[in-house]
């Protein structure tokens, strides 16, 4: 049995009173943002033998993003029991006592896939429009989902309709300017334009997922999304954010027009409208599939900063600076109409 | 030097998508291993040109301050346009490229938010221009890992 196998085991013992095993734990490579851990959790008490499959979600020491493990608990038990498919938490630990780190313990959702270049291949592939269609659709649910009757109002910090946009431009410039190891002339060209020709208020309030794309769903092989995970990077804002990162280019995983490999952006965009009762105003969401550019771009730039100073040794954080980071500028050049088709690449 | 690094790098993604990566134990160390593959095939890619688009798009931006000398009215930022626009690289090492390279666009920034303030169709070409070589730039660097 392995360290963290033990500390978990005896963790878990002291947690719920009685004798825990953990067995076959295994580090699995989705959520970038925490190592994700799967494991079977058998319980021993009385004459009562329970076997469960569960997931370990434990704060790495660098991550793609700096996010708030609350969050992410707040998030996903408030979309429990909804028609959001969410996994059953079991605690979060916020003392790094015990494991070393803070951590969440939830259900694992059993028979899903989320790697999307496995979803790009059979058995999924044939089943893309169906999974697209749950995907936007679900997308619409969160939207359309009242922050206050969930409770996560009560969570997550405040924002007025017409200050959504500026507090997510003010949080990815200032990543930016914090992270760039380079000069990024074309988002820097992107924040200015952002700034002179800001959207309308947000339609209403609502909680936005804040990394909805396709390697955060969890699909089965008859096409259906069972889960949404990484829930933590959750806030409240305008919903066209989630619907502007859902269908961003660098999504695009059979490299053709499909968004998120799955649908065409107007299909996308239709589903996404009437499961939410939300009509899409194609200048403001232009505006936001822009603020999705600038927020990969911080990201991408952000990871490859962890690697380039050796703070992190995981090749996902430089496969995001050579594998991202010219794509997002190409995305948004090609969404501010300056992408020159004729040059060869 | 032979074998061409090339061959070298098709021969290491090669082992590591067909040999390592199959046989590690778990899923996470098997992602990490393709993804190896993934960060070599790109390596591969930027090493034979790596010098070449650098001062290639070291080039399109000096001729961009050149033009630029005839339309910018502001002294301050016309003398580093002039200034800037005559560095020239004391090496063709990748490094030395690259430090030109960030000084230039660095101004290049400076001058786009400059020229989108100024009036007239020579400020709206020059505009132009810039957002011109930010696309060319973009396809100098395009890596076949990338998805758009």
Redesign the interface.
Known sequence: MGRLEEALASYLTRHFGHAVRVESL????VGASRETYRFVMRADREAELTARRMILRLDPPTSLIETDRRTEYAAIRAFHGSDVPVPELLLIEEDPEALGASFIVMQEIVGGEAAPYRLIEPPYRANLETTGQHKWSILGSIAKTDPAACGLDRVLPPVAAEDCWRQELQRWETMLDADEL??Q??Q??AI?WMKRNPPPPAQRISVVHGDYRTGNLLVSDTGAVIGVLDWEMAHLGDPLEDLAWSIN?????R?DERRGGMLPKDEAIAIWEKSSGLAVDADALRWWELLACLKGQAIWISATKEYQTGATH???M??AG???V??Q???T?EL?G???HG??? | MKPDVSVYFRELVRALREDFAPKLPTAFEQGAALRLAMLSQAASEEFDRAAARRLEENEAMRRLFERASSIVKTPDLLTRLQTVGCLREDSIHVSALDRVNQTLRDLLIELHAHVETLAGDDARALEADIWFEFSASTARRALSIGRF
């Open positions: 295994d580090r699995i490579p380079e000069p002339p074309i820097r060209a200015r280019r660098v999504w695009c995983f490299k995981d090749p996902l430089a496969l050579w594998m991202q010219n794509s500028d190409r995305a050049l501010m300056r992408l020159s040059i060869s690449t």
